[in-house]
Every structure is written in C-alpha cells, then in structure tokens.
C-alpha cells in the first residue's frame, strides 16, 4: 500500500510540475500577449489623436494668411480686422474643434492672440500660463517642425501643439507661432480613447509602478490580482508622465495548481494508475503543449485570424473556446483599427476644404515621379497655379465665399485631368500645383491653357481683380527629363519662378520656364 500510494503521490506530482513548468506558463505567456496588444490598440488611439492635432496646426499655422496676421501691428485697424474676420467663430475651433485654447505669437513669443474657452459649455477658461520658450525653442532653427504631446504645467496635464508660422515659404525661420492645447482629465480620455478601461495617474517621485514598468521589456507590467496592467505615457519632452491603469478582460483559464477535473483523476489513478496515466497524457498533457504551441506560433506571426481545433467539451475544450474567443475578439479589435488607420491616413494625405492632394502628399509623389522619369528617360511637367488678386476676393466677399471659391476652382482643375496618373494637389492658401507624368512642355503648357479656361468658364464675379471681372488664374509651367544630378525640387522651383513672371506680366495668363517664355491669357 505504501508502495502504490508513493506511486500515486509521484503521478499526482508529475501532473502538477507539467500544469505549474508548461501549462500556466504558456497560459500566462498568451494572457500577457493579449494584454499588450490590448495596450497598443489603447496608445493608437492617443496617435490618432497627436495626428489630429497636427493637422489642425497645418490648416491654422502653415498659411499666408497666418503669416501677415503676426506681422501686422498690434494696435493696428488691420489686426482689428483679421481678428473679427478670422477668430470670431469660437464654435469651430472649441465647439467642433474641441481645443480649449489656442495663441499666436510673434517671433519673440509675445502673444498675438489667444482665446480659451471650455469646449462643452464655449464659456471662457483662464489663461494656463503655458511654458512658451519649452515649447518653441526648437522650432526657430527647424523650419514647418511640429511639436505635439503630453505636459505638466501649474498642478494639470495639458496635451498641446506647437508649430513655427512661415506662409508659403516653409524653410524660413518662423515669424510666429501657434500653440493649440488642451486639458487633459478625464473627460479628454474618455473622448480620445472611447471608453476604454483605462485610467490615467500622474507619475509620483517615488513611483514603484513606473519602476516596474521600466523593467518589463515591453514596458507593460503583467496583470495583478485585479486584473490591471500598467503602462507609461511620456511627455512631450520625452519623460514619464502618467501611469496608465487598465483593465484587462477577465482571465479565460483556471490558474489553479489542482483543478477539480486533477482530483478526480487522482482518485481513480488508485485503481487504475497506469491506465489513468496514459489517459492523462493523450488527454491533457498533449493538448495543453499544444495549444501553447499554437499561442506560441499565433504570438510570434501576429495572426489572429488562426483558430485552435477541438472537440472536447472538458475543461481543454473549454479553454480552447475562450482562446477562439478572445482571438475572434482581438481580430476584429485589430481589422477596425486598421481600417481607422487607413483612413487616418487618408485624410493626412487629402486637402480637407478642397479634397486635392494636400502639401504633404505632393512632395511624396513628386519624389515618386521624378525617380521614375530619371529611370525611364521620360518628361515630368510641373504646373504651379495661382488664383489671381484672392486675397481681395476674400476681403470683398468674405472668408465663407472665399473657400466656396477654392472648391469650385479645385473642381474645374481636376475635371480638366483626365488622365489618373496626373494629379492635382493644393499647394498652400490659394495656390494649386499640378504634377503631369510623361508630359513634355508643349503638352503641359497645352493642358495649362485649358486650366485657363476651365476657370474662366467658372465666370465667379471678382469686382477687386485688377486683371479681369471675374476669377482668374495664373500658371507657371516647367518640364524637364531629370538628371541625376538634379533634385525634384529644381523643377518645382523653375515653375515657380514661370509663376512670378506671369504675375508680374500682368496675371491671367500662362508661362513657361523654358528659355523662351510662351504666354496666353484669358480675358473677361
């Protein structure tokens, strides 16, 4: 009897060291994969939301408008006049917008203007004081830079943007600058993260959490006995900010050393041990290194559309249902992520009032294009075009009619393209640029006249033009087979400079970069 009690004690030994060295273990290891892909989803969301932040500092930074504003004197008619025209719509900026507060500054960090107000009830907020030189000390020697990201200033969290005011001329040292920012409680995250089980803490001087979440190689600690994990989020300077307590979906096995199904088994391996023992392990031990195995294979290959086959209805098959389960569940979480980041993308690349090619978007695809020409040994056209005196369109007929304007004239402009692969992308303010691939300058000054008369046929009445009756454009046009010795940036300089000649020489019409200047008008 001792004997076969010592028999059974090794065999009840032998199942706990498998369920304690392989079993959990490999349970943990998917549960802690799960919950760092749980925290990356939640950090995405906070990116998506720098990436909002920096559009806004593009649309209300990087235009000439902008420019002129900080230049203008502060006691002037004309700065009364920008500021009724341009900032008296508080509903956009912190009703739509939802930013509590926003200034411009000259280039010495003097404000110019600045207006805060509480998002939900659009009543005044008092001035955060922000700590200006932090923010814009970078962003005098790097021209178009944007800052954005967390910060602790006066007792709160605020999330902020800053960026350097240039106009059109982005790779001048800034006139001003504009700070956007918002109070970061907890109705921000709420919004930002969609309810998300997650609750935000700043860091202590002593903090044990953030210690231990500096030891972790992914720097997500494991769940505690609540079910929470911790995670940092940085400041804008880099440095540990707040504590992120999150909490986790409920654990999908039984982590106990002795499951009620181990008991039973033990019972009967004292009539039948051996039989029990192979039992165990064709029924048990195999499965579970197998699904470790599959946590492992789907862990390492970031598969979540696999599934773990079964047809037990034990305690194994009902593991593997809540592995099915939680992967059907982070499948999705992760296909509508990546469809939110797809169009994330998608609106960083397109011109919000106009739906053009926004800048940025340009200068990707010209560099695209003209490595293309270079290998191929064909032309590339670069058509730069300007709505002809808009600033007196706006100041006549007001801002609203003004991005009326642009739209239709975005509109003509894309409809005369008919080919896909030429594109049509709006350069700053009023300005468009148009890129043609496989197009010599006598096609492109063709195509350029019929942008001409696109938007003369609009027939938009422009009473302050000193070229025309009507809205007008003008278009600088340059076309070469690149070099390599030449950069992509040369020829959208020579259609600049065809730009300015035709300003120069009158407007409403089209010029040419090559050595004979070729010109054509449209009269009204």
Known sequence: MLLFAVAVALVLAIHLAVRHWFELPALYAQEHANDVAAVQAVRRLLDAEQIRMRELLV?????????EFVLTEKHSARYREFVEIEFSYKETMHGVMKIDGYEYLDRQAASVFSSRFDTQTLTPLPDPGLPTPELIASLVETPGLLRTGFMRHNGRILFVGATGITGDGAKQKPVGFLLLWRVADDEFFAEVLRSAPVRFKPVGGADTLLQEIRSQPDGVTTRNRD????????????????????STSPRAFFDGLVAPSTLFATAGLTLLLLLIAALVSRWVVNPVLGLAQFAHDVAARADFSRRAATDRSNEIGQLTTSINEML????????????????LTLLSERDALTGAGNRRAFEQIIERDWLHA???????????????????FNDSYGHPEGDEALKKVAGALQATLRRAVDALFRYGGEEFVVLLVETDLDGAMRIAQELLRAVAALQ???????????LTISVGVASRTPRTTELASDLVREADQALYLAKKQ?????????PTLVRDSVTG
Request: aromatic content about 6%; proline content about 2%.
């Open 59 to 67: 649309d209300n930074g990087h235009w000439d408008d902008a420019r």
């Open 227 to 246: 079910g929470v994990i911790h995670w940092a989020v940085h400041d804008i300077q880099g440095n540990p900010l707040l504590v992120a307590h999150q």
């Open 328 to 343: 059907q569940l982070v499948e999705t979480k992760d296909a509508e992520l990546r469809e939110r980041n797809k169009a």
């Open 374 to 392: 270079q290998r191929s040994g064909t032309f590339l056209s670069c058509l730069m075009v300007d709505i002809d005196y808009f600033k007196n």
């Open 460 to 470: 938009i009445p422009h009473n302050d033009s000193l070229c025309s009756g009507q």
């Open 506 to 514: 009158g407007r409403n019409q089209v010029v040419s970069a090559a």
